[in-house]
């Protein structure tokens, strides 16, 4: 959950000015220091695809890296795919696999590596997750770096940013004093821009964007996964809402336009889920994002179920991006 004075400017955004200039200019000369050849980058024997975003918080990475993956793989592709492990054990390079315990890797590795079907390696250092994940794995072609927009040391081929149209930029100040952490400016040297739920952030729209819907499926019962129901079939009484995500309040207004009465209990971004934090009392309907369900597997009770979510993109992204890797290679921070 992002703070509340990032989205406007408060006697808190004020305090934070100062550490906000230094992350800023920190974040300008090491991407300086990349772009003049100073600071080495790596570059892969593949092409690279990175997805990010210049804000903190989420803006629907993993269902796009998701659905990025699948689209490689009905082209032909065997992609890998790289990503950091926030609050994961050590800072790796470590396969993921879909049984590895989020608590070790990070729930959006394990929730890449369970849905996406494809090698998922994460590490603080892209560049040896992406070597590591090579050497385990010569078959792959090409490598998708999920959230890997500002990690300037892997070399990249396509720069894809995502943009949450529904919170914008916030107040536009740079970490912590607000969500950005690079300038709006940093879009226009992106090859594509992905603009989820367009609305606030329409003004950027440019031959480069592309909007992107997330559509629920079923929800998926957490103790047997086989299990399915629509949200009509939930069982009756109270349902309680839990969301860990960078802006839990999309999630129940999703819940709320599938016509369920919900009770909503918002937790911070990745937070890290114990069988307390849900004790709402055993006959209680719980539905969560599949993002926190990978968290709550090991103590998950019958009548808890998640929501999975699919990136919906135009027709024609996809050779859009593929069509851009023929143009031959980028610099690592143009």
């Given amino acids: 959950m992002s703070p509340s004075h990032w989205q406007r400017v408060t006697a808190t955004t004020l305090a934070l000015l100062p550490l906000a200039a230094l992350y800023a200019a920190t974040t300008a000369a090491r991407r300086w220091l990349f772009r003049r050849g100073i600071l080495a980058t790596h570059r892969l024997t593949v092409p690279v695809i990175v997805v990010g975003n210049i804000t903190a918080g989420g803006?629907?990475?993993?269902?796009?890296?998701?659905?990025?993956?699948a689209q490689l793989k009905a082209r032909g592709f065997r992609p890998g795919i790289v990503t950091r492990g926030y609050r994961a054990r050590d800072p790796g390079p470590a396969r993921v696999g879909p049984d590895t315990p989020s608590v070790e890797a990070g729930d959006e590795p394990v929730l890449l590596a369970r849905?996406?079907?494809?090698?998922?390696?994460?590490?603080?250092?892209?560049?040896?997750?992406?070597?590591?994940?090579?050497?385990?794995?010569?078959?792959?072609?090409?490598?998708?770096?999920?959230?890997?927009?500002q990690h300037y040391r892997l070399a990249r081929d396509v720069e894809i940013a995502l943009v949450d149209g529904m919170r914008g930029f916030g107040n536009r100040l740079p970490i912590p004093a607000g969500p950005m952490r690079e300038p709006t400016a940093r879009l226009r040297s992106c090859d594509f821009v992905v603009i989820k739920t367009p609305n606030r952030a329409a003004g950027i729209a440019s031959h480069t964007t592309?909007?992107?819907a997330l559509r629920p499926g079923d929800f998926v019962n957490l103790r047997d996964q086989s299990v399915r129901a629509v949200a009509s079939a939930l069982p009756d009484g109270p349902i309680h809402a839990v969301a860990?995500?960078?802006d839990p309040t999309q999630f129940f207004e999703v819940l709320r336009g599938l016509g369920l009465d919900i009770v909503e209990h918002p937790f911070p971004d990745h937070h890290a889920f114990?069988?307390?934090?849900?004790?709402?009392?055993?006959?209680?309907?719980?539905?969560?994002?599949?993002?926190?369900?990978?968290?709550?597997?090991?103590?998950?009770?019958?009548?808890?179920?998640?929501?999975?979510?699919e990136a919906v993109l135009p027709p024609g992204f996809a050779e859009r991006i593929l069509a851009k890797l023929t143009h031959g290679t980028r610099s690592e921070a143009a």
């Fill in 274 to 309: 114990v069988a307390s934090d849900l004790a709402f009392g055993d006959s209680s309907t719980i539905v969560m994002t599949e993002k926190d369900a990978v968290k709550c597997l090991d103590f998950a009770r019958e009548r808890w179920w998640m929501l999975p979510v």
């Fill in 59 to 69: 803006t629907g990475k993993t269902p796009f890296v998701i659905w990025l993956a």
């Fill in 244 to 246: 860990g995500i960078g």
């Fill in 210 to 212: 592309c909007d992107m």
């Fill in 115 to 149: 849905r996406s079907g494809c090698p998922v390696w994460r590490g603080v250092d892209r560049g040896r997750a992406a070597g590591a994940l090579l050497a385990a794995h010569p078959e792959c072609d090409i490598v998708v770096s999920d959230d890997g927009l």
